[in-house]
């Protein structure tokens, strides 16, 4: 089997150094992510300039862009080969519920879900990289599933409380929650006393019932959502059809 990861962390993260040093034991593996943190770039791609790819001395690739851009590059430039599957992550904090839109990690594997190829997003639930080891060796079975079972290509997104493996629930089917609005911004000054604006932290869960992923992570359970790219409103389609109709 062979792997691309990537990741929104950047080349030097412990999360994407753990996922490919766990999966190297069952495929072959090349990493290739940004240079620096890309948090929060959702599917950006980087028209306005050239990108650069350079190897570290680990044999990692990173590319000065986004996660999205450094899928891309590699599907249709760097590699001389179509992976069998793309893992992102592991990343640094959650990503579930609204904060999908959002996350560069589950944008990288977004990338390669839409050249076709089955795709999974790792996250672990609480950010400073506590059990990330664990986090990994969990990641590595997941992989090991295949899921054949699934319609392909598939877009996984995994959240992985962090818990020493032998604590971790059972991997579990979900869907995504809901969170309220976020936080107001945070207002400051810079040095010269011009104002500057923070983005606030993601709000409170506003849906986190029974069958959600923040629900099963809350129980120590391994959460696995099937994603999907179309947005189109099937209700509200049907509705503005009949609305544009005749007057």
Known sequence: MRILISNDDGYLAPGIAALAEALASIAEVVVVAPDSNRSGASNSLSLDRPLTVQQAKNGFYFVNGTPTDCVHVALTGLLDYRPDLVVSGINNGQNMGDDTLYSGTVAAATEAYLFGIPAIAFSQVQSGWEHIDD??????????????????????????????????????????????????????RDPRGREIFWIGPPG?????GEGTDFYATALGQVSVTPLQVDLTHKRQLALLAAAAGPA
Do not use: K
């Not at 590595?140 to 409380?161: G, H, K, M, S, T």
């Not at 020493?164 to 976020?182: C, D, E, I, K, S």
């Not at 409170?204 to 986190?208: S, Y």
């Open 135 to 188: 986090a990994a060796r969990c990641a590595r079975d997941i992989v090991q599933r295949r899921f054949d079972e699934l319609d392909a290509p598939y877009l996984l997104n995994v959240n992985i409380p962090n818990l020493p493996y032998a604590r971790l629930g059972a991997l579990t089917a979900t869907r995504l929650g809901r969170r309220h609005q976020a936080e107001p911004v945070i207002r400051a």
């Open 204 to 208: 409170a869960t506003r849906d986190a």
